[in-house]
Each structure stands twice: as structure tokens, then as C-alpha cells.
């Protein structure tokens, strides 16, 4: 069974820089303690650091990022995604540098001002949190993070403009309409997809088969290269995923091909 593994960006964890100090035994009594001593004080330095980066940074909700923006005539406005996204739709007045491009740190130091104030969105947030922190490091001070990123800005009627006609930008689901249509259906069949993904394109019909014979079931697609939002909430690393929903509890989920008649039989319990 093939299945396609979704890339995620890992954190260091506290565990792993305490394993750098030592391994338990290794060391006399005496020596144990002045250990844990340099591990007290390492802690409280990195939350002390950690807690102090963070004030640097200010997420804003879509209202109070568009009256920022409004009002605030030096702003600089990034969308860090890639330029077909842009073009599709995106905050107008904006400035296109996609984060994940190798050339994004020299492109921010020539063309983004220190002394201004800094206003970042991606399409969910995820991306744009990363990207503050990595402003941060290089010496910005000024930056304000658009909550639910682009999406979310869409989905509060906010205003945009496209570069292509008749194109429109991808859709998106946030905490709020996917709960939405959990709790106002029975059963929910949850794809969590990639288009590059071929045992996705596989189970499609199989899930629009059942669907078709199931006046009760309701089947939502979840693409997980624009859901971000929805990849972290439900810890999705390969696709397929299906996860079923009954009566707005989650009762099963599997990753990869799975034959109709064991789906049914999920749905039929």
C-alpha cells in the first residue's frame, strides 16, 4: 500500500537539548547536581527567550489587521505564498515573496524596511507564524501576523483582488465551518487528499459511491496543500486519510486504500 507522506517542519523539543547534557548514570552525585543546576538555568532561559519573542510579534484578527492597514501609511504588507496562490487572490497592495523559496532571506533584507512595521499573512496562519519568528531573528521588530492568514480574511467577506479573471482562490476550511457541517449532518466521511497523491484519486469514487447510495452520509474533501489549519488539528502526515464522523464524534479513521465494504461496514455499525 502506497501512500503520500506530507512534509512538516519540526520543532526542537526541551527533551532534546537535556539529552545534550548527559545520560542518567553516567555521572557521580556530585556531578549530577551541578548538571541539573545547569539544566534549572538553561530552562528558565529558554522560556524566559522563548516568552520575550513572542511580545515582539502581534496576531490580529481580519478586522483589526484591515483597520491597522488603513490607518498605517508606512505599512508593508507581505504575502508569503507561493505566486500562483497570489495571483488567484490576494490583499491588495501586497507585496508577493514566498517564504518557502531558498532566496526568501535576501529578499526580505533588500526589499523590506526594519524601521517600518511589518504585516504578514499566508493562506492559514501557519505558514505567516513561522515567517514572523524568522523576521525576528533577522532584526524586525515591527511585525503584525494576520490571524487565519488569507482564508480567514476571505471568509470574513474582506475585500481582495486577483491578477487572473474569473479565477477564484482556493477553498479553505476553518475550525468553524467544519464544525459546522459535523454537527448539522449524521455521518461525515472526512478526505483528507493530495492532488499529487494516486491512492487518493483511487478512493474517490469509492467514497462517491457510497455517498450516492447513502442519502445520510456526507462526504467532505480536505485538501491538505490549502488546509494547513486542518492538516495540524487532526495530525495528518499522509493522505489518504479518512476519518469518519457519527453524530459529531469522531468513531474511525485509517490512512491508505481501504476496500468499500469495510467503509460500509464502519458506517453500517
Not at 505564498?81 to 490583499?91: L, M, T, V, Y
Not at 515591527?142 to 470574513?156: C, N, P, R, V
Not at 459535523?182 to 497523491?197: A, E, H, K, P, Q
Not at 447513502?214 to 487532526?234: A, D
Amino acid at each position: 500500500m502506497a501512500v503520500y507522506q506530507i512534509r512538516k517542519r519540526n520543532s526542537p523539543q526541551v527533551s532534546d537539548f537535556i539529552d545534550n547534557f548527559a545520560t542518567p548514570g553516567d555521572f557521580p552525585v556530585t556531578r549530577k547536581k551541578n548538571m541539573y543546576s545547569k539544566i534549572l538555568a538553561f530552562l528558565f532561559s529558554f522560556f524566559t527567550v522563548s516568552s520575550s519573542l513572542a511580545q515582539n510579534s502581534v496576531t490580529l484578527s481580519a478586522d483589526k489587521f484591515a483597520e491597522l492597514l488603513r490607518n498605517v501609511p508606512d505599512a508593508q504588507l507581505i504575502d508569503l505564498r507561493p505566486a500562483d496562490e497570489f495571483a488567484a487572490g490576494h490583499i491588495r497592495k501586497a507585496k508577493n515573496y514566498d517564504f518557502l523559496n531558498d532566496d526568501f532571506e535576501k529578499t526580505a533584507l533588500k526589499n523590506i524596511d526594519r524601521k517600518k512595521p511589518v504585516y504578514l499573512y499566508c493562506f492559514t496562519g501557519v505558514r505567516s507564524r513561522h515567517a514572523a519568528q524568522f523576521l525576528k531573528d533577522l532584526g524586525y521588530d515591527q511585525i503584525y501576523d494576520l490571524e487565519g492568514g488569507f482564508a480567514k480574511w476571505t471568509y470574513s467577506s474582506k475585500p481582495y483582488v486577483s491578477g487572473s479573471a474569473g479565477v477564484k482562490p482556493f477553498a479553505v476550511f476553518t475550525e468553524e465551518n467544519f464544525n459546522l457541517v459535523i454537527s448539522t449532518n449524521n455521518i461525515v466521511l472526512v478526505d483528507f487528499y493530495n492532488s499529487s497523491c494516486n491512492d487518493c484519486k483511487k478512493m474517490l469514487p469509492v467514497y462517491e459511491k457510497i455517498k450516492a447510495e447513502n442519502s445520510y452520509v456526507k462526504l467532505l474533501r480536505i485538501n491538505t496543500e490549502h488546509n494547513e489549519l486542518m492538516v495540524e488539528k487532526f495530525d495528518i502526515d499522509q493522505t489518504p486519510t479518512l476519518i469518519i464522523f457519527k453524530y459529531g464524534r469522531q468513531v474511525w479513521r485509517n490512512t491508505g486504500e481501504m476496500p468499500e465494504k469495510d467503509i460500509k461496514t464502519i458506517i453500517e455499525k
